[in-house]
């Protein structure tokens, strides 16, 4: 199915590259790959419809440092992350930077395409589409306080493990309280749940240390 959409896809490292363009092109988009952050930039400005999927890996110029000379070029072209599995620090700091998506890895295709498809509905929309921060705010209410610090930390890009150690549980049960944040809050994955909580300006305190988080152990002198 042929659509009017071009995807800049910047990926380097050449196999993978050259997957997702396959992919991409028997999807229906138009699609002009690049090995590297600086070259699609070099190609600045993109004329109709277009988005960009940035592979985020180790480079000269990695996706977030990307999102940043966009936004100081004020280049309006959605961008999808692409990142790690489990690399929540850098969803945040995504979402935060106005990364329209982030997908982690391993993904299904169809879940890239739907995300392509939604991010370039966001390139020139008529009025921005406010959040519903009562609604938000209610279903922040919902949470028990483990469950708010478990957020916080989690928006504080902190991994399953840490927040385990900083609260004083393991990590099985933090998992658990994730999977309740995320049900409470009708969040479908991590980027709608960062979106939902840091456009609100309902974002929880991050969770204290466990070094400040304990009592003190009294000392009994011989």
Do not use: W
């Not at 990590?171 to 939902?196: D, I, Y």
């Amino acid at each position: 199915m042929a659509n009017d959409l071009t995807v800049h896809l910047v990926d380097d490292q050449e196999i993978p590259r050259r997957s997702l363009t396959f992919l991409l092109i028997s999807s229906g988009f138009a699609v002009r790959a690049y090995e590297s952050a600086s070259a699609f930039l070099d190609q600045l400005p993109v004329s109709g419809r277009a988005c960009l999927v940035k592979v985020t890996r180790m480079s000269c110029v990695d996706g977030l440092q990307l999102l940043e000379r966009l936004n100081a070029l004020n280049a309006n072209i959605p961008t999808i992350l692409v990142g790690g599995d489990g690399d929540v620090e850098t969803a945040v700091q995504a979402m935060k930077a106005g990364a329209a998506d982030f997908i982690k890895k391993p993904f299904e295709d169809q879940t890239l395409i739907a995300a392509i498809n939604q991010a370039a509905l966001r390139r020139t929309p008529p009025s921005p589409v406010p959040v519903d921060t009562e609604m938000v705010a209610n279903r922040l209410r919902q949470l028990t306080d483990r469950e708010h610090q478990v957020l916080a930390a989690v928006l504080d890009g902190l991994q399953n493990k840490m927040i385990a150690f900083n609260l004083g549980i393991s990590a099985r049960t933090v998992e658990v309280h994730r999977a309740n944040v995320m049900a409470k809050m009708e969040a479908r994955n991590l980027a709608e749940l960062l979106r939902m909580v840091l456009t609100s300006g309902g974002m929880p305190q991050p969770v204290a240390a466990r070094s400040q988080a304990l009592p003190a152990v009294p000392v009994r002198l011989l």
